[in-house]
């Protein structure tokens, strides 16, 4: 089954740094450079990637 990645909403359309994630079966959070669809992904479970995403917010 496929996974549709998203596009983070803070990378711009001029061809820079962009970050996409997916949601897969077994209850995977996968994150992969979008300039290289092909090369690795870095998988959280969900609580892990809930935890970082808060983590992201309070430092920002």
Request: charged share 25%; proline share 5%.
């Amino acid at each position: 089954m496929e996974s549709k990645w998203r596009r983070s909403s803070y990378s711009g359309d001029q061809g820079g740094d962009c970050v996409e994630i997916a949601e897969f079966p077994g209850a995977t959070v996968a994150v992969r450079d979008s300039k290289n669809p092909t090369g690795q992904r870095l998988d959280f479970r969900p609580e892990a990637f809930n935890a970082f995403l808060g983590w992201t917010t309070a430092a920002g």
